[in-house]
């Protein structure tokens, strides 16, 4: 296959899986999380503390917040799309990082399928497709593998083998602080050990490296100590939130024994051919010669999985997608060991997965359709296209795998299946995840409570930014000029509606200055009361 052709595949298959209603779904999760403190950034200008509705949020580093902040200005609307558009464009970084900076150690076609496998395992195209850290994170890190792989492996200069991939480490620190070193060392440890090149750990340009990323990630802590005043308010609460995953105490055991389970399901559908392979590793069957550097990549990739697997089921509050960093060397293993199992054994396997890609064509032909009439919605126009171009790009694919590409690998056909079928199938999905347009809906009520252009606040305390966190959406969602209010904020005087839990009034009532309040109501939002307050007009 020509690089052109694989890398319009890499890029059609991306816009199948990642773009169609993006921005439909109502804000999921800890999204709100990710979009507030960006939208405080836009309005004040201060890059450096994060907040949400103005009290410091140090739950987690700001490059996330930057990400969504610039793809705000970059798009020139604060929409669910363009928030997530940070997500799916990580992705596609990725995929593509991998087909580049692979394609010479393993080949073109391998390299297609490592970029393929990531764009289509399951837990990366449910992050993928929300404006949440992991897939930016899950990216920076697979990127630092893949070009310290590429450099290694072409034997460069040790002053770019052990600078340039700590760029992107450092970068991967304002996403989620160092905690990736944890897949990193073991990586470096296992393919060195591996490859009997222990010592050139202590190389000096290693030891730049690891300056260069603590280059990247130091210089905002040390601003944001000084700005916030005190340590404990800025990074202490987001170490504090790192050291709570080993409090026994807070250990929910279910979860927690479940986890062995739970944690190889994130790789599906990849997971499948990856034990497959790696059982064959076992028997001795496949050997990986310590000689070669791409076989030593390979050890160190598994010893980084293994590493992080154990790691994450013995943690108190492990959870499965703290192991998505490794998705890309678990893409790379997968691949490259599938293709070293015996003939025989790789031809039943072939034709088993020909067997459940009929079965997959199935479900993707008839899956939509019965989504959308369970879905009790008629579908609108962009729907019917959707569901439309879903359906011929499902029969294209199946068409050239029986004929262009018939003597391709099966991971090829299954890859084009799964992104084929998701122009249509991701959108019907997503009618059945979350809440609906609950909180929408909450808002556009609120909308028509105070006069238009008038101001409404909320009184977004301790509580309601911690507790209540899926009620912060309502200051996403209501619309401007809207104002959220933490403990040491003032109310606006242009303020008509203000909006508080009923418990926090004697609280709201400290805030509004000698302001009269004209009417008292509630309104229930997800079966939560919040006491709503209309104010005189400011004088």
Not at 236 to 258: C, F, H, I, K, Y
Not at 450 to 469: K, L, Q, V, W
Not at 485 to 496: A, K, N, V, Y
Request: charged share 20%; glycine share 8%; with cysteine.
């Amino acid at each position: 296959m020509s690089p052109r052709i694989a890398l319009l595949l890499l890029c059609l298959s991306w816009a199948a899986i990642y773009l169609p209603a993006l921005g439909d779904p109502e804000l999921r999760g800890e999204e709100i999380r990710r979009i507030l403190p960006a939208q405080g950034m836009l309005e004040t200008g201060d890059w450096i503390v994060p907040r949400i509705a103005g009290e410091v949020y140090a739950n987690k580093p700001p490059l996330i917040n930057w990400a969504v902040a610039g793809m705000f200005a970059l798009t020139g609307a604060e929409s669910e799309f363009s928030a997530r558009l940070v997500s799916a464009f990580s992705m596609l970084a990725l995929a593509l990082a991998a087909w580049l900076l692979l394609r010479k150690p393993i080949g073109n076609e391998r390299s297609l399928l490592v970029a393929l496998a990531l764009l289509t395992t399951l837990t990366l195209i449910s992050k993928g497709r929300l404006i949440e850290i992991e897939a930016l994170f899950t990216a920076l890190f697979g990127i630092a593998c893949f070009l310290w792989i590429r450099l290694w492996t072409d034997e460069r200069s040790p002053w770019l083998i052990w600078t340039l991939p700590y760029l992107f480490l450092g970068l991967g620190c304002l996403v989620k602080g160092p905690v990736h070193l944890l897949f990193w060392f073991p990586f470096l440890l296992g393919t060195l050990r591996s490859a009997r090149q222990m010592r050139t750990l202590f190389h000096p340009a290693h030891f730049l490296g690891l300056l260069l990323m603590a280059g990247i990630f130091l210089p905002w802590v040390i601003l944001n100590i000084r700005a916030v005043g005190a340590g404990d308010a800025s990074v202490g609460n987001w170490a504090e939130e790192l050291a709570v995953r080993g409090d026994v105490s807070q250990m929910e055991w279910d979860r927690w024994l479940t986890n062995p389970l739970k944690i190889p399901g994130g790789f599906l559908p990849w997971v499948v051919p990856f034990f497959f392979a790696l059982a064959f590793l076992w028997k001795k069957r496949i050997r990986l010669d310590p000689a070669d550097r791409a076989d030593a990549v390979l050890s160190g990739s598994l010893a980084s999985i293994a590493f992080g697997y154990v790691l994450i089921c013995l943690l108190p509050g492990g959870v499965p997608r703290y192991l998505m960093p490794v998705y890309p060397l678990a893409a790379l293993v997968t691949i490259e060991l599938f293709f070293r199992v015996p003939d025989s054994a790789r031809l039943r396997y072939e034709t088993m997965a020909k067997g459940l890609n009929r079965a997959l064509f199935a479900i993707l032909l008839v899956a939509p359709v019965l989504m959308a009439f369970l879905s009790g919605v008629r579908p609108d126009g962009i729907r019917i296209f959707l569901l439309v171009m879903g359906t011929a790009a499902v029969l294209m694919v199946v068409f050239l795998n029986r004929t262009v590409w018939k003597s391709r690998p099966t991971f090829l056909h299954t890859a084009l299946l799964i992104a084929a079928g998701s122009i249509a199938l991701l959108p019907g999905i997503q009618d059945f995840q979350g809440e609906g347009d609950l909180f929408r809906k909450a808002a556009a009520e609120i909308d028509g409570l105070a006069p238009p252009g008038s101001r409404i606040a909320f009184h977004a305390d301790d509580e309601f930014r911690n507790r209540f966190t899926k009620h912060l959406r309502l200051l996403y969602y209501v619309r401007k000029p809207v104002t959220g209010i933490g403990e040491t904020g003032s109310l606006p005087g242009d303020t008509t509606l203000f909006i508080g839990f009923p418990h926090a009034g004697a609280a709201m009532r400290e805030k509004l200055g000698g302001r009269e309040v004209v009417d008292e109501s509630t309104i229930e939002v997800r079966r939560v009361s919040l006491l709503v307050w209309q104010l005189e007009p400011a004088p």
